[in-house]
């Protein structure tokens, strides 16, 4: 769990497999109905988080969820509350509509809706390292390990002392959560999964639109789900 760049304003002009970040940064805006005072809003691909943001320091985040005013609190409450602490208490959004769409699969009264964050300093951001896939199945390793010794809430904790202050902190999708997703969709993704942490109170973040994902589930994927939801 050591491993992480604290950083926010570095770009790169490449960004995922090659692929130039204002590309990126498209394919993510296209897919946003954005609220009337929002339709201007400009953000830009940051290689360090893994999440678009505007120049002032705003982060485009998305959350699937029930239809409603304000983000809910599946994160915190709704769900399994011990996995939910896994990373620390936070509302836990995504970088992109696909990185959330498995949670609007077998819930289909679910929207995917946008937010923004206010303007964050680079103090107010903790971005893990984003992990290759090898990585990546080693850090799911260790960490369950952790689970199973310490406990998720032991775990938790550490995260929490990690980030300090951090409003937003970015890491890496589950191994499970993404390698799954890769594997029960019926599309590739441009764009690699990453999660943000938001740790700020609720109120702050900003609704701005709504939006779609190409992330479609497998049929076969989807009857299992509910097989194994009954």
């Not at 609220?35 to 505007?54: N, V």
């Not at 390292?129 to 990546?136: E, K, P, V």
């Not at 740790?199 to 973040?205: H, N, Q, S, V």
């Given at each position: 769990m050591?491993?992480?760049?604290?950083?926010?304003k570095k770009f790169t002009k490449l960004g995922y497999h090659g692929i130039t970040k204002t590309s990126?940064?498209?394919e993510i805006l296209r897919k946003i109905q954005f609220?009337?005072?929002?339709?201007?809003?400009?953000?830009?691909?940051?290689?360090?988080?893994?999440?678009?943001?505007?120049e002032m320091g705003s982060y485009l985040l998305f959350r699937a969820e029930a239809p409603g005013d304000v983000p809910s609190l599946r994160s915190l409450g709704d769900l399994d509350?011990?996995?939910?602490?896994?990373?620390?208490?936070?509302?836990?959004?995504?970088?992109?509509?696909?990185?959330?769409?498995?949670?609007?699969?077998?819930?289909?009264?679910?929207?995917?809706?946008?937010?923004?964050?206010?303007?964050?300093?680079?103090e107010?951001?903790?971005?893990?390292?984003?992990?290759?896939?090898?990585?990546?199945?080693?850090?799911?390793?260790s960490m369950s390990k952790q689970r199973k010794e310490l406990g998720w809430?032991?775990?938790s904790r550490s995260f929490d002392q990690a980030h300090g202050d951090a409003?937003?902190?970015?890491?890496?999708?589950?191994?499970?959560?993404?390698?799954?997703?890769?594997?029960?969709?019926?599309?590739n993704?441009?764009?690699?999964?990453?999660?943000?942490?938001?740790?700020?109170?609720?109120?702050?973040?900003?609704?701005?639109g709504s939006a779609y994902a190409d992330s479609q589930p497998y049929r076969w994927a989807v009857k299992l789900a509910r097989k194994q939801s009954k």
């Open positions: 050591g491993r992480y760049v604290r950083s926010q990126m940064s498209e609220h009337d005072d929002h339709k201007e809003r400009s953000f830009e691909y940051d290689s360090a988080s893994g999440f678009l943001r505007d509350a011990d996995k939910t602490l896994s990373y620390g208490k936070a509302l836990y959004t995504g970088n992109t509509p696909e990185s959330v769409a498995p949670y609007t699969w077998t819930r289909p009264d679910n929207v995917i809706n946008a937010y923004i964050t206010p303007e964050l300093n680079e107010h951001i903790f971005n893990h390292a984003q992990l290759s896939r090898i990585d990546a199945a080693k850090e799911f390793y809430h032991a775990v409003l937003l902190a970015t890491i890496d999708a589950g191994f499970d959560i993404s390698a799954g997703q890769t594997l029960l969709s019926s599309t993704h441009t764009i690699k999964p990453r999660w943000g942490l938001w740790r700020g109170e609720l109120d702050e973040l900003t609704r701005v």
